[in-house]
């Protein structure tokens, strides 16, 4: 079983950056691949961004390439999302998410473990 907790949400005028983090509650990440997901208000879920545990390639959402960065804190023991230029667009309940898998997906119903969310808002 795998607990996530994500952290670093809040409210950002648009052009801010904001961080996320999401904490494997103890467990490593090894094995497991992570990604991250938003969902505004009357959307559905979507993809954000993923990070591979083989090779740590990474992939992002058209939207959010180039301004999003999905890493590993290694020291810390945390994947994090750095945002900036933000846009109040992003607005959205932040996922963090795990698959244990061949790969990783865009897919939300592919990942088998997911955080609570945090909220970002960003005005305009």
């Known amino acids: 079983q795998v607990q996530l907790v994500e952290s670093g949400g809040g409210l950002v005028q648009a052009g801010g950056s904001l961080r996320l983090s999401c904490d494997p509650s103890?467990?490593?990440?090894?094995?497991?691949?992570m990604g991250w997901f938003r969902q505004a208000p009357g959307k559905e879920r979507e993809f954000v961004a993923y990070?591979?545990?083989?090779?740590?390639?990474?992939d992002y959402a058209d939207s959010v390439k180039g301004r999003f960065t999905i890493g590993i804190d290694n020291r810390a023991n945390t994947m994090y999302l750095q945002m900036n230029s933000l846009k109040p667009e992003d607005t959205a309940v932040y996922y963090c998410?795990?698959?244990?898998?061949?790969?990783?997906?865009?897919?939300?119903?592919?990942?088998?473990?997911w955080g609570q969310g945090t909220q970002v808002t960003v005005s305009s």
């Open positions: 998410a795990a698959v244990y898998a061949y790969t990783a997906t865009r897919v939300a119903g592919d990942y088998n473990y």
């Open positions: 103890g467990r490593t990440f090894g094995g497991y691949h």
């Open positions: 990070i591979r545990w083989s090779d740590s390639a990474t």
